[in-house]
């Protein structure tokens, strides 16, 4: 069982920064992948990065290669955000999640971060 918290997001405006984390609970962080997500109303949830246990291998999805950065710290039981450039088209709820090595499904979510952000 993983519990997950996000924190970071907030008002900002169009070209700044935010740096989103999430804290694990748990002492086997590490062999869990990890991943971001964001969803805004009337719309399904979006992939934007994930990172593998150990941190070596990443993947982000299109639309955010290049702005965005997916990061973890195993001692710390957190993995991170860093988004920049950021765009009005970002403003969403934003969740990170943990999948389990060997297995298909983000099966633990956290509770979600609003960031918006203002033209």
């Known amino acids: 069982q993983v519990q997950l918290v996000e924190s970071g997001g907030g008002l900002v405006q169009a070209g700044d920064s935010l740096r989103l984390s999430c804290a694990a609970s748990?002492?086997?962080?590490?062999?869990?992948?990890m991943g971001w997500f964001r969803q805004t109303p009337g719309k399904l949830r979006e992939f934007l990065a994930a990172i593998s246990g150990s941190g070596d291998s990443t993947s982000y999805v299109d639309s955010v290669k290049g702005r965005f950065t997916i990061s973890r710290d195993n001692a710390k039981n957190t993995v991170y955000l860093q988004m920049n450039s950021l765009k009005p088209e970002d403003t969403a709820v934003y969740y990170c999640?943990?999948?389990?090595?060997?297995?298909?499904?983000?099966?633990?979510w956290g509770q979600g971060t609003q960031v918006t952000v203002s033209s």
């Open positions: 999640a943990a999948r389990a090595y060997g297995t298909f499904e983000y099966k633990f």
């Open positions: 748990g002492r086997t962080f590490s062999s869990y992948h």
